[in-house]
């Protein structure tokens, strides 16, 4: 099977959330960058399918010449090739971004098409629906399990404690969720073949924005997170019955 | 209410390995009301301390560094942080083996017992997961070990709390220092003030920032080292301590790969230098992990994993071994490479301690509190001094510069004379254009470019028939010239570029109590009298030594060398009474030497002073006309030969080198450089040199200096240097020879200096301090035809005609004791000099 993945260069946020000046974006200096965590699952899902069934892992992004870095990230867990919708660095929204893709999943024809869930940075939880309805292909959104079945495939839903099962014809677009699997630590070989692995570069044709963004705007912070139950051996008690409290103990 | 007390005697800025350790010795050695702050949590404030690799392989080429390794490796096990696990520094080249023998020699020098190299098929046995096809051999420290530096910082807090001594207040940002006339008075904190005159910055790659505050300058670079942990390695699967094998340094890759548990952690200093600015460190709460573990840059580590598969592939290689943990670490980078310790020069009272490894933390911690509580440390840290530092050394470029062009040479192959490549031609003498068209070869001092040598002299090694060296690396930054150049001296005469003397003046009416103080030597002298003379450390050990002129009632100048210049001049500012200015004259002055049997007839036909040996005698100066320059001509010599040193305003030291030239060129007179003037013609006076024979941890008797009487007035070190008198010395500094040259294979090799002294038979020699021989100094002496070594000896040892050896590249070679003390092993009557 020949799978498609979709990912989006985001900063790697740790700390304190600190925006630019104009407010337009966050600062990115002493900032990495990666995939969001329901992207990598998506990748790890689609190598472990091919790893089993056969075929293909492409990775694809859209975002600024530097997104070759998770490319190749992608790479090294065991994705295939790598195709970069490069752009100049400004936002592309939903509908623009999704419109770009479909040129290329269309020249691709994969059998299945992964994007995470949404995206880490805007979180528009958008593009995976665009493309599969341009496509005219079913979707299933939010799976925390993916296997193929009798040429169908089977996404298991999260819905409260429970979980919905589908079956879908392929070819067919999904959207995982972190949690699927647990993705693997690149090995250092992997990291070193990722860095040969053909990354194809592509111009997509741009198109103005229908969504403006007018500024960001860091949430109030929710304060202290973490309580000190206490230190040394006079904490055990307290510790005890937040266990017993969470049905642990 | 404010966690900080309103007074402190010392605060301490950092709580990393070296800021609790300067607190806890601060606390051992008496000092009260310690307050130590930090900007972030305890016990890992978010420093280089909380990333750091944390393992020690003791073996230096700087007997200062090893030093405070060795008594950091000493505290660490007392605290009980230290996991032996030995260590290999292995060899891919043929070339770094023989870095590898040569750190043999300084192991021995130094006292550092357990090594050997080890071949290839021995390091598999050490290290099973090695490939050791790919390496010729290795280098194997049975004490190389990790410790657990976050874990002996809050012991060592805790013991220092525990006493009563010490106040810690982490979580609060200093934001200001505050200077009084020149001396610190409060540290300004988010949480308050603390009155204190005395404070400690310990704060790694922030040090820059917090000397800022105070107008002080701490000369370092925050710079990204690369290391990445993979794991879980089936192999270490049953590991139950942090390490079980030795740590591999992949030398000739820069990279060292040690075990972390079940994991392997790889670091590298082979990756291009990626230096910050301190001020563009992130916050705390704005880093994603620590302010000091930046975002991992893959592409620059690209080769680097590329070697360490080469080298461990077993492990590397495993396809199931994922990289688990991979960071840009920060840490400190110096114009030297070396720490930055003591008082600043520009603010009284403000400490660093700034710069330094893990590896040497604790020692640098009891150096540092030694310092600041007696004047002096037990290990002499001359070389870490951040007094040393010139203005132009403190730029942004030349720290940049240097620490870019030293970091790819953290585990490189440093010849002993190698030159810096970067930001060179900083400071240029007047004869910069002359020299350059007598084609000298420059060596940096000080930022001065010197000639070292001039390659219009090429023809006198043939006319005087001088050898040069056949192995590469003793020839290395060095010619035969050197030697020709010293026997045109000793021949004719020869003018040498002496601009990097570092001069100053001392003034005023406290002058004369102020030079008496800082002097071992009698200074009540006659206005006119040139005095080379020791200054002392409370202790006894040497402070400096240089020469003073007395040029009048109130008016001294001070004449040293370029590299230890600054800190002389700190030293004699500190001790100046009132009445007295110290004024750094450096800028203002240049100085040309002229020695040789004809340099009388030169200067003579120069000017119409009488330099008669009876009209001019030696050790006197006054200043004499030549042409329209008015010159401070002073007669001595460190060459061992008759001449002046001529000082004149640098602006005519053109028109002088001009004058001196034109009047010795019918004396067949020759440009010579520093190699004659600071080892040739020294080595065979058995002149002493700072930094090399010369340091805080030998006294005056051992080097032979005790000349006359001890004067009846007060100076620093008086007490200890009458009781060092009394008593007999544990060392001699002596004068060798070598015997043969002759190495294994027949090459004629020639030693550059470190080396073990040993017996004949290769056992070390051990003086009563606890101290070995070594090699402080080696050069030719080409009118005496002999190989000149100095070293100290112990006093059984230390005896004319005794035969011992040298031990160089792990062979040795035998050398006969020629002199036991000062005396010359050429013209001993000094009758050159005093013709």
């Known amino acids: ?249 | 209410m404010s966690r900080l007390p309103e007074k402190a005697g010392v605060v301490v800025i950092g709580a990393g390995i070296v800021g609790n350790s300067v607190a806890c010795h601060l606390a051992r050695l008496g000092w009260s009301e310690i307050v130590q702050i930090d900007k972030g949590p305890l016990p890992n404030p978010g420093g280089s301390t909380g990333h750091a690799s944390n393992f020690i392989f003791p073996v230096d080429h700087s007997r200062e560094m090893t030093a405070l390794t060795m008594d950091s490796v000493r505290q660490y096990k007392e605290l009980d942080v230290f996991t032996q696990s030995g260590g290999i520094e292995v060899a891919r080249t043929e070339e770094r083996m023989e870095e590898l023998r040569r750190r043999m020699a300084s192991a021995k020098a130094w006292g550092i017992e357990g090594v050997r190299l080890v071949t290839p098929a021995e390091v598999k046995e050490l290290v099973p997961f090695i490939d050791e096809s790919v390496i010729v051999g290795g280098f194997h420290t049975e004490g190389v070990a990790v410790v657990d530096s976050l874990r002996a910082g809050t012991l060592m807090r805790e013991e220092a709390q525990a006493a009563g001594a010490l106040t810690v207040v982490p979580n609060a940002e200093v934001t200001g220092i505050d200077t009084e006339r020149g001396r610190v008075r409060r540290v300004r904190t988010a949480d308050g003030d603390v009155e204190t005159d005395t404070v400690v910055i310990a704060c790694g790659v922030w040090s820059p920032l917090l000397a800022k505050m105070a107008g002080a300058s701490i000369p370092l670079t925050p710079a990204i080292h690369q290391m990445i942990d993979i794991g879980p390695v089936p192999r270490f699967a049953g590991a139950t301590k942090g390490i079980e094998y030795p740590i591999v340094r992949d030398m000739d890759t820069n990279m060292y790969e040690r075990q972390d548990g079940t994991g392997l952690e790889i670091g590298s200093y082979a990756h291009r230098p990626i230096l910050h600015d301190p001020s563009a460190i992130p916050s705390i709460e704005e880093a994603a992990l620590s302010p000091t573990e930046f975002p991992f840059t893959e592409d620059d580590f690209a080769l680097q994993m590329e070697h360490a598969l080469e080298l461990m592939p077993e492990i590397v290689g495993d396809e199931s071994v994922g990289i688990k943990y991979a960071i840009n670490g920060l840490l400190s980078l110096t114009p030297d490479t070396l720490p930055l310790l003591g008082e600043t020069p520009e603010v009284g009272g403000l400490w660093s301690a700034a710069a330094v490894w893990v590896k040497e933390g604790p020692g640098v911690g009891r150096a540092v509190a030694q310092w600041m509580t007696h004047g002096e440390s037990e290990i002499d840290l001359q070389s870490s001094d951040i007094a040393r530092f010139y203005d132009c050394q403190k730029t942004a470029v030349h720290i940049r510069a240097r620490a870019s062009e030293a970091f790819n040479k953290t585990y490189g192959i440093v010849h002993p004379g190698e030159q810096w490549g970067s930001d060179r031609d900083v400071r240029l003498p007047p004869f910069h254009a002359r020299e350059q068209a007598l084609g000298a070869v420059f060596f940096e001092t000080a930022g001065w470019e010197r000639p070292h040598w001039y390659e219009s002299n090429a023809k006198l090694v043939d006319e005087y028939g001088v050898d040069g060296r056949p192995a590469e690396w003793d020839a290395r930054w060095w010619s035969p010239i050197i030697n020709a150049e010293h026997l045109a001296m000793r021949d004719r005469a020869a003018i040498f570029d002496l601009s990097a003397f570092c001069l100053f003046d001392v003034a005023g009416p406290g002058a004369p109590a102020t030079v008496q103080q800082v002097a071992m030597r009698q200074m009540d002298v006659p206005i006119g009298r040139g005095v080379y003379t020791p200054l002392l450390t409370p202790g006894g050990g040497f402070r400096s030594d240089l020469t003073i002129m007395r040029l009048g009632d109130e008016h001294f100048r001070f004449v040293t060398g370029g590299l230890h210049g600054m800190a002389d001049l700190k030293w004699v500012a500190d001790h100046a009474v009132d009445g007295a200015t110290v004024t750094d004259v450096t800028s203002a002055w240049t100085t040309l030497g002229l020695w040789g049997p004809r340099a009388r007839h030169i200067l003579a036909s120069l000017t119409s002073a009488d330099v008669s040996h009876e009209g001019f005698p030696f050790a006197r100066c006054r200043t004499i006309e030549i042409g329209p320059v008015q010159v401070l001509a002073s007669r001595i010599s460190y060459v061992g030969d008759l001449g002046w040193e001529l000082h004149v305003p640098i602006e005519q030291g053109a028109r002088l080198w001009d004058a001196v030239w034109e009047a010795g060129e019918p004396h067949g007179i020759i440009p010579a450089g520093i190699g004659v003037y600071g080892t040739t013609g020294r080595i065979e006076k058995g002149y002493r040199a700072f930094g090399f024979e010369l340091d805080g941890e030998y006294d005056v008797v051992e080097a032979d200096m005790a000349w006359g009487k001890v004067k009846d007035q007060d100076f620093v070190g008086k007490e200890a240097h009458v009781r060092q008198r009394s008593s007999d010395p544990a060392a001699i500094l002596c004068t060798l020879t070598v015997d043969d040259h002759s190495s294994g294979n027949g090459v004629a090799r020639y030693m550059l200096g470190h080396e073990p002294v040993v017996t004949r038979d290769g056992a070390p020699l051990i003086d009563a301090k606890g101290r070995r021989s070594f090699v402080t100094t080696a050069g030719m002496g080409p009118s005496v035809g002999k190989y000149i070594l100095m070293a100290y000896l112990p006093p059984e040892h230390a005896v004319e005609g005794g035969e011992l050896a040298v031990e160089y590249m792990t062979e040795r070679y035998p050398v006969t004791v020629a002199v036991v003390g000062s005396r010359a092993i050429f013209d001993p009557e000094n009758t050159r000099i005093r013709s």
């Open chain 1, 1 to 249: 099977m020949n799978i498609l993945v979709c990912v989006k260069r985001v900063p790697l946020t740790g700390g304190k959330m600190v925006l630019t000046a104009d407010e337009r974006a966050i600062e990115t200096r002493h900032l990495g960058f990666t995939i969001s965590p329901h992207e990598e699952c998506g990748v790890e899902e689609a190598v472990r399918m091919v790893e089993a069934g056969g075929g293909s892992v492409t990775v694809v992004t859209l975002g600024p010449p530097e997104a070759e870095e998770q490319l190749r990230d992608a790479m090294a867990l065991g994705a295939d090739r790598a195709i970069l919708l490069e752009t100049d660095g400004s936002d592309w929204d939903p509908e623009a971004t999704a419109a770009a893709l479909v040129e290329v999943i269309e020249g691709e024809a994969p059998d299945l098409v992964i994007f995470g869930n949404e995206s880490a940075d805007s979180g528009g939880f958008q593009v995976g629906i665009r493309v599969a309805h341009a496509l005219g292909r079913p979707i299933v959104t939010g799976l925390k399990a993916l296997a193929v079945d009798d040429g169908q495939l089977r996404c298991e839903q999260e819905v409260g404690s429970a979980r919905d099962v589908y079956r879908v014809p392929l070819p067919a677009v999904v959207t995982v969720k972190e949690g699927i699997n647990l993705p693997r630590y690149p090995s250092v070989p992997a990291k070193l073949r990722a860095r040969r692995k053909p990354v194809e570069r592509r111009t997509p044709p741009s198109r103005p924005p229908r969504l403006e963004m007018v500024r960001l705007v860091v949430p109030e912070s929710r304060g202290r997170q973490a309580e000190v139950l206490g230190e040394g051996p006079s904490a055990a008690p307290a510790v005890v019955e937040l266990f017993q409290r969470l049905g642990v103990a």
